[in-house]
């Protein structure tokens, strides 16, 4: 037998403003018809003045824990994904490991931008395999309307704000793609093309938070090639199929890359979680976003295998394979 780590239970929180695509023509060069048509979002929320990351994260986390039928003492690791933490130091996932009363284990942050759920949750599985820990809260959370340019049409209607997490815990496994839990994860980065997508800000650079930037044409045409190699090599290290996933959980970044996704593993778009007309891009918490959604409205069952992929600046882009 070895050790797998099992999804033993998910939470989310979006905050509770909404702003619709109508909203923003109000005070941009642009249309609800532009914006829609070209990525699929209608809406985003945007978090309250005074509400952070840490504050989305820890309600996440909650909802995550209370899912999992389980008390934060049981918590040995945080690993929390986010690009827009509350300060430069200490990390995110420290404040949230007091917030729910956790003395012991490790908490600690990722960055790896949209991909950062992906890459935090390759960590932590890596710990609960190796036995550092036994019960692991895997959180992405973002607050980007902080470091967006709401003159920027271009890049402010894409992205909102919000948190999402998993609850990890040690199982029993065989080594094989029947197993319920993590069963591969594939992490990739190529920093050539970090001026593609990047925050031009920072404390070391420029002593300022800075705005995001975006040639959204370029990363486009990586996303499908880069994403597309990390859901093969996810497919190819468990001898499986398309045609085995019962669900692909793609990065809800943009419309026509999850559709080209599901149609380059053949998916029908029923096997395809799509939350981006609702959230819009969330960076690291728009893959837990979307597995809460399907999760609590009886999509994604135990025994189903989910198919996770993303990619974000850096670039940085990951898969993993989930028998839930």
């Known amino acids: 037998m070895i050790v797998r780590s099992q999804v033993v239970g998910c939470g989310a929180y979006l905050p509770q403003q909404v702003v619709t695509n109508a909203e923003l ?169 970090y001026k593609l997508l990047y925050v031009d800000g920072g404390p070391s650079a420029t002593q300022s938070t800075g705005h995001l930037r975006m040639e959204g044409r370029e990363v486009f045409r990586h996303a499908v090639v880069k994403m597309g190699e990390a859901v093969d090599a996810a497919i190819g290290a468990m001898g499986i199929s398309s045609r085995d996933l019962d669900w692909l959980v793609p990065h809800q970044a943009n419309r026509r890359i999850i559709d080209s996704m599901g149609q380059r593993l053949h998916l029908p778009a029923e096997k395809v979680i799509v939350t981006v007309d609702r959230h819009a891009n969330t960076s690291a918490a728009s893959i837990p976003l979307a597995l809460d959604d399907a999760v609590r409205d009886g999509r994604i069952r135990p025994g189903h295998l989910v198919l996770l992929e993303a990619m974000g600046g850096g670039f940085t882009w990951g898969s993993a394979l989930v028998r839930w």
């Open 25 to 193: 023509a109000c005070r941009l060069e642009t249309s609800d018809e532009w914006i829609t048509q070209r990525t699929g979002i209608r809406q985003r929320h945007i978090a309250a003045a005074g509400e952070t990351t840490s504050d989305l994260a820890t309600a996440a986390a909650k909802a995550a824990l209370a899912h999992a039928g389980i008390g934060a003492d049981a918590v040995d690791l945080i690993v929390l994904a986010t690009s827009t933490p509350d300060h430069t130091f200490p990390s995110t996932a420290t404040q949230v490991q007091a917030r729910l009363g956790m003395s012991r284990g490790a908490a600690f942050d990722i960055q790896a931008v949209c991909s950062g759920f992906v890459y935090a949750l390759a960590v932590a599985d890596n710990f609960v395999k190796v036995g550092q820990a036994r019960t692991a809260l895997v959180i992405g959370a973002e607050t980007f309307s902080r470091i967006l340019d709401w003159n920027d049409r271009g890049t402010c209607v894409l992205f909102g704000d919000g948190a999402g997490a998993v609850v990890l815990q040690a199982g029993e496994g065989t080594g094989n793609a029947a197993d319920r839990g993590v069963l591969t994860t594939h992490l990739y980065s190529d920093g050539q093309y």
